[in-house]
Structure formats: C-alpha cells, structure tokens
C-alpha cells in the first residue's frame, strides 16, 4: 500500500488503512477520522488488525508506523504495528525496522552535514532489497537528562554512493513522516523494485 500524493491524500491513505478492517471496525476508524480523533482511531486501526489476525505487508506496517508518527502516537503503538500479521509472500519494497536494528547511529554517520551532527540519527525504515541500502531514520535532538526527543527535529533518508543522495526532510517545512517515507521508496539503482 503506498502513501498518495493528492492533496487529499491522507483521507485516502486513511481511508485504505481502514479498508484492511472488516467492515464493522473500519467503519469505526472513519468515524475517528471524521471527528478528528485520529489518534484513537489508529489506536483501534492496530488493535483491531491484531485482534483480526489481519495479514498485512511490510510497506503497509512501515505506511502505519509513518502516520502513527505523524499523530504523534507512534511510540505508543510501535510495538502493537511490530506484532501485527505479515502478509505471506511479501515483496514489500521497505521494511520497518525492530530492535536491535534501531540502534542510533554513530555521530557523524552523515558526511558533509554538519547541520545533523548534533542530533541523533535513528534508524527506522529500510528499503528493500537490503543490498539497497537506502534508509530512512528519525534525527533527533539530545534532551539535558539524555534521552531523545519526543518529536524528531528532520526525517533523513540516508543513501550509499549509487542509490540516490541523502535527503532531509524538514517537519518545520511541512514535511511530514509519510513525505519521508514515500522519498525512502523510489531508487533507480533497484529497477525491478519500486
């Protein structure tokens, strides 16, 4: 399930992630969106694809995970977006990323963008073949009692020489999670995955 482009492309997206759910509880994630609680409805979206054994693929786990984040409740439905269902024969072209997987990378893993090395990089989507390479992660500011951010500061899409540059994508710039997500996807490097 990729993200659309429209300017009316969230009420799709939502509209297609509702559309996984039988249609008694799909019809329950619309209403959330109609009265602008979306964060409860992608609270009943995953539990209802988990409660559903609803088999869903690696692109739509990862479509998920991007609008969790965008509603500023992915922390608190990663693991439920983790534990869903995969689809069996799966040739998703991203993958979401678990632990141990997520570990922040080293400072300075971005040559050349000093703007990024006092945040934190942390790996969250991988594009798919792994011989790719390209990845998408959440840079974060370094709060004075050590941990993370709540919000990341950028999305960055960090590509290898051969595959594309290294993109970041502002929030302050109405850049949102699912924009970095649908940059992460296309790379002329892998023809034959989208």
């Known amino acids: 399930m990729t993200r659309t482009t429209a300017p009316d492309g969230a009420e799709r997206d939502w509209r297609a992630l509702a559309a996984l759910l039988p249609p008694h509880l799909a019809g329950q994630v619309l209403d959330c969106w109609s009265i ?33 984040e965008d509603w500023g409740v992915r922390e608190a439905l ?7 269902r995969p689809l069996p024969g799966d040739a998703s072209p991203v993958r979401l990323l ?7 990378l080293p400072a300075g893993a971005v040559a050349g963008r000093p703007d990024l090395s006092a945040l934190v990089l942390v790996p969250w989507i991988t594009r798919t073949p792994p011989s790719c390479g390209r990845l998408l992660a959440r840079a974060h500011s370094r709060e004075p009692w050590g941990g993370l951010s709540y919000i990341a500061e950028a999305y960055v899409v960090l590509a290898p ?3 594309g540059r290294t993109l970041v994508l502002d929030p302050a710039d109405a850049q949102e999670a699912q924009d970095a997500l649908a940059a992460l996807i296309p790379c002329e490097e892998c023809a034959g995955f989208r």
Do not use: N, W
């Not at 964060?39 to 739509?60: K, Q, W, Y």
């Open 78 to 84: 990663e693991a439920g977006i983790a534990g869903c």
């Open 161 to 163: 020489e051969g595959h």
């Open 98 to 104: 678990r632990a141990p997987e997520t570990a922040p």
């Open 36 to 68: 602008g609680e979306q964060e409860a409805g992608l609270g009943l979206l995953v539990s209802g694809l988990d409660d559903e054994s609803v088999p869903i693929s690696e692109e739509t786990r990862a479509l998920l995970s991007a609008t969790a």
